[in-house]
């Protein structure tokens, strides 16, 4: 296999069997979809869908040290997350540039897993074996060690108790346990990226193939469909979460992103990107920046990103990621705005399509928020 060809998940063999449209994503060949998009989307957001996400990038930090070192690497306080919990984070350059953002999952006392996204694995792998210097700590590579299944939708708790013992009902959101799921055993966690209810299951590549037939067969009855990473990425632009690379980079700061809730300045010790960090926080508190905001189209015609955001000819913003909301029934977009046109129900605002002004309504995000 040369090294340009992409990367195959252990479920690779079985995604072809299922007629799904392969696409090469951040070096991995990855289902886009099975059939239809809108049909995989609603199916998560009415019943359940079940998603490979082998392509995610897992590494082990373990040692008396691994607290301290995640602390001094990521932004987020790490040695705060208790035993079987989950944080969201992020890891920056020293100019505060985001690298990428992050899960941590704090496995034991000693040892966390920190699931990066595929596309900055790589990057994230290598800042934190350079950030462990001087730390008591072992930074290990795992991504070939973990499949990752996902089954997400409001029919998701049920068909995962049909197969676990887990004490499914007390694992709250954002927390992970160890378990056994169809005999296989797994790290069960309660997280995902598409606005619903859901676990996302982490194997050994060998126990992938049983846990999907074993997933598939128990959500036949509700409905479950195999889902592809083209309604993923609908699915989380509705619940208005960020996308490495569209709505997060390193020319943006966590605090230009609307998400400096992230940076933990009063934990102990020093951190990688702090005193950037720190001038960034003032700088937004004088001059706010961009401000992250929800379009939704007048018209038919989709946004898509990098196209111009306009108010009375100026252009006051730009498109991050946009896509036809199947839940909304009309084109949606994310974009960064002037702070002055980012109030909902901002009026004169619309987007550049390819020299044609058509008019959007700015709404806070996100779009979609399931009823709990």
Sequence with gaps: MSSNSPRLTALDALHRSLGATMTDFAGWDMPLRYGSERDEHLAVRTRAGLFDLSHMGEITVTGPGAAALLNHALVGNIASVGVGRARYTMICQEDGGILDDLIVYRLAENEYMVVANASNAQVVLDALTERAAGFDALVRDDRDAYALIAVQGPES??????????????????????????????????????????????????????????????????????????????????????????????????????????????KEGDFVGRTALRE?????????????????????????????????????????????????????????????????????????????????????????????
């Design 157 to 266: 708790p049920g068909i995962l108790k049909s197969l676990t013992d887990a004490d499914l009902d007390g694992l709250k959101y954002y927390a992970g346990l160890p378990g056994t799921v169809a005999g296989v055993p797994a790290l069960i966690a309660r997280t995902g990226y598409t606005g619903e209810d859901g676990f996302e299951l982490f194997v050994a590549p060998s126990d992938a193939e049983k846990l999907w037939q074993a997933l598939t067969e128990a959500g036949a009855p509700v409905g479950l469909v195999p889902c592809g990473l083209s309604c993923r990425d609908t699915l989380r632009l509705e619940a208005g979460m960020p996308l490495y690379g569209h709505e997060l980079t390193t020319a943006l700061t966590p605090f230009d992103a609307g998400l400096g809730r992230v940076v933990k300045f009063e």
């Design 280 to 372: 960034a926080a003032s700088r937004a508190e004088e001059n706010p920046p961009r401000v992250l905001v929800g379009l939704v189209a007048e018209g038919r015609r989709v946004p898509r990103a990098g196209y111009p955001v306009v108010a009375g000819g100026d252009v006051i913003g730009e498109v991050t990621s946009g896509a036809p909301s199947p839940t909304l029934g009309k084109p949606i977009a994310m974009a960064y705005v002037d702070a002055a046109h980012a109030a909902p129900g901002t009026a004169g605002v619309g987007v550049d399509i390819r020299g044609s002004h058509e008019p959007y309504e700015v709404v806070a995000l996100p779009f979609y928020k399931r009823q709990k």
